[in-house]
């Protein structure tokens, strides 16, 4: 079964730490994807990278960065994490040919930022 | 830019009623059209999607959504639905070479016995 596994269910860290959240998927997809999930807003997109070492910003970057060193990881870092930031962050693939094929989901990491 | 509306925040049913999830979407070129269910303390799963063809798209679980143009409209809709039902459910939508899908704000979907 394919899968895009996120390395952590739950994380509490305190505000002004540096924060990575990694993300990996075994089916061999370009595009990888970090969403952001509150309630009341629904996904709002992070950074996606369509290649590795290859990213785009999304709607709402600021805060944020990411890093693909290879195909089947895509970290997101919190430079310096805010309690603003206290979020369901969900990672997603999908493969080259685009969107219409559907993203696959991880089952998301809850931040607590305090 | 597409864009997509969802009209109802919280949709309560009993169980084996009927259950409609209404879903705008905007865009001035041609789209393509998602519906998402997310069950608790889980990731995103596809349920349906439109791309073209056939107006009603038939997904997973009894779930069908009808694609109207004219009324920019994509709605979700099950004749009877379960206890297992319960869920957020998303409507999402790209355009025609997008790597990116953009998401409504979701509907919470209760079903009581």
């Known amino acids: 079964d394919v899968k895009v596994t996120q390395s952590s269910r739950y994380l509490v860290k305190r505000t002004g730490e540096k924060v990575f959240l990694e993300c990996v998927q075994d089916m061999d997809h370009e595009n990888m994807f970090w969403y952001r999930q509150d309630p009341g807003l629904g996904l709002r997109l992070i950074y996606f990278?369509?290649?590795?070492?290859?990213?785009e910003k999304g709607d709402i970057p600021e805060g944020y960065s990411v890093s693909r060193e290879k195909k089947e990881r895509f970290s997101l870092i919190l430079e310096s994490a805010s309690t603003n930031q206290t979020s369901m962050y969900l990672c997603?693939?999908?493969?080259?040919?685009?969107?219409?094929?559907?993203?696959?989901f991880g089952s998301g990491t809850r931040l607590t930022v305090v | 830019a597409q864009s997509v509306t969802q009209l109802d925040s919280q949709v309560p049913v009993f169980e084996e009623a009927p259950v409609e999830l209404r879903c705008n979407y905007s865009s001035s070129v041609s789209v393509y059209l998602f519906w998402y269910v997310q069950y608790p303390n889980q990731g995103l799963q596809l349920l349906l999607k439109?791309?073209?063809?056939?107006?009603l798209v038939k997904g997973i679980n009894g779930f069908e959504a009808e694609f109207n143009k004219s009324q920019t409209s994509f709605h979700l809709r099950k004749p009877s639905v379960h206890i297992s039902d319960t869920a957020e459910y998303f409507c999402a939508v790209s355009g025609p070479n997008d790597y990116k899908l953009s998401f409504g704000a979701g509907t919470t979907v209760t079903v009581r016995a």
């Open positions: 439109y791309l073209s063809g056939s107006t």
């Open positions: 990278s369509y290649d590795v070492k290859m990213k």
């Open positions: 997603a693939s999908s493969p080259s040919a685009g969107a219409n094929y559907g993203y696959t």
